[in-house]
């Protein structure tokens, strides 16, 4: 059974820096992709950062980029989002979620267009919140 549980959300001032992490269990770990996910009040998931099942390979989203980063450490079956430079419109709740990639469909190309949309995933955390004091 799948279980993510991210952790790191809070109140941060603007300027700040925060390192959310999502602990993955119940699968084989390198076989999946994973992304982050923020949602605002009242609006649709938007895709912040995803990494791919070996972590050589990262995506962050346009609007994120020189902010956002994203690692993976496959052995403690973990993910990170590191976010510095916190902007008030960056409140939301942050979820990860976890797309399983068969050996057989390991493309970069098709990773990068498919890994920034949440109907891509399976399976998902509970969200922690991060709340960006301006």
């Known amino acids: 059974q799948v279980q993510l549980v991210e952790s790191g959300g809070g109140l941060v001032q603007a300027g700040g820096s925060l390192r959310l992490s999502c602990a993955a269990s119940?699968?084989?770990?390198?076989?999946?992709?994973i992304g982050w996910f923020r949602q605002a009040p009242g609006k649709d998931r938007e895709f912040v950062a995803a990494?791919?099942?070996?972590?050589?390979?990262?995506s962050v989203a346009d609007s994120r980029q020189g902010r956002f980063s994203i690692s993976r450490d496959s052995a403690k079956n973990t993910v990170s989002l590191q976010i510095h430079s916190l902007k008030f419109e960056d409140t939301g709740v942050y979820y990860c979620?976890?797309?399983?990639?068969?050996?057989?469909?390991?493309?970069?190309?098709?990773?990068?267009?498919?890994?920034?949309?949440?109907?891509?995933?399976?399976?998902w955390g509970q969200g922690t919140q991060v709340t960006v004091a301006s």
């Open positions: 119940g699968f084989t770990f390198d076989d999946y992709a």
């Open positions: 990494v791919t099942w070996g972590g050589g390979t990262t």
């Open positions: 979620a976890v797309r399983y990639i068969p050996g057989g469909d390991r493309n970069l190309e098709r990773w990068k267009v498919a890994t920034r949309f949440a109907t891509s995933y399976s399976d």
